[in-house]
Antibody, heavy 122, light 112 residues
Framework: QLQLRESGPGLVRPWETLSLTCTVS??????????WGWIRQSPGTRLEWIGSIFHSGTTYYNPSLQSRVTISVDTSKNQFFLKLTSVTDADTAVYFC??????????????WGQGTLVTVSS | DIVMTQSPDALAVSLGERATIDCRSSQSVLYSSNNKNYLAWYQQRPGQPPKLLFY???TRQSGVPDRFSGSGSGTDFTLTISSLQAEDVAIYYCQQYYGTPYTFGQGTRLEI
């Protein structure tokens, strides 16, 4: 059974880069039937899809964040990564990684990691 | 972007009673080539990540109690809990995966 776990700094200074790692266990990240995604949840706002990646490195980003986001994957470590540059207060959120099931297209998110709170503050 | 709008924002239901949550998409999420609605429902309990309840709008995820049901097609969808239990207190979200950016409803807070 797939399990995902986020890790990374809980505090990032304004205008610096947020970097998170998602470690996948219980199955290979190079599965042909899974994509891997990042979603965030700010207090009082709805869930926001940040972007997703296939093990080949093909990425899909939310246009609202595309200029600042990079998602990458390391199949040898069964991990994928999120980098968000030039962060501001608006990027303070709980960041989740999750798996999408999908065969040639991206479907629902299951399972999700527990989430990690990232606060942007000086 | 496809905008997902849920109603109501919050709902209080007595134990054992029925709860109904609606979700509307700003454009159809029914893919004509396979006749599937690209819509999922999630439950988020306090302090927990979202948990998948339904995909393809009405296919119940393994382990989800059958008091939960999903219905609808095109742009209008409904999540129904037939007999509310205490453990159903949560925020419920719909999400479309028809096209990027994948988008969520604002959430419906279900209380007893």
């Amino acid at each position: 059974q797939l399990q995902l776990r986020e890790s990374g700094p809980g505090l990032v200074r304004p205008w610096e880069t947020l970097s998170l790692t998602c470690t996948v266990s219980g199955g290979p990240i190079n599965s042909v039937s899974h994509y891997w995604g990042w979603i965030r949840q700010s207090p009082g706002t709805r869930l926001e899809w940040i972007g997703s990646i296939f093990h080949s490195g093909t990425t899909y980003y939310n246009p609202s964040l595309q200029s600042r986001v990079t998602i990458s994957v390391d199949t040898s470590k069964n991990q994928f990564f999120l980098k968000l540059t030039s962060v501001t207060d608006a990027d303070t959120a709980v960041y989740f990684c999750a798996s999408h099931l999908g065969f040639g297209e991206i479907w629902w998110l299951d399972p999700w990691g527990q989430g990690t709170l990232v606060t942007v503050s000086s | 972007d496809i905008v997902m709008t849920q109603s109501p924002d919050a709902l209080a239901v007595s134990l054992g009673e029925r709860a109904t949550i609606d979700c509307r998409s700003s454009q159809s999420v029914l893919y004509s080539s396979n006749n599937k609605n690209y819509l999922a429902w999630y439950q988020q309990r306090p302090g927990q990540p979202p948990k998948l309840l339904f995909y393809w709008a009405s296919t119940r995820q393994s382990g989800v109690p059958d008091r939960f049901s999903g219905s609808g097609s095109g742009t209008d969808f409904t999540l129904t809990i037939s007999s509310l239990q205490a453990e159903d207190v949560a925020i419920y979200y719909c999400q479309q995966y028809y096209g990027t950016p994948y988008t969520f409803g604002q959430g419906t807070r279900l209380e007893i």
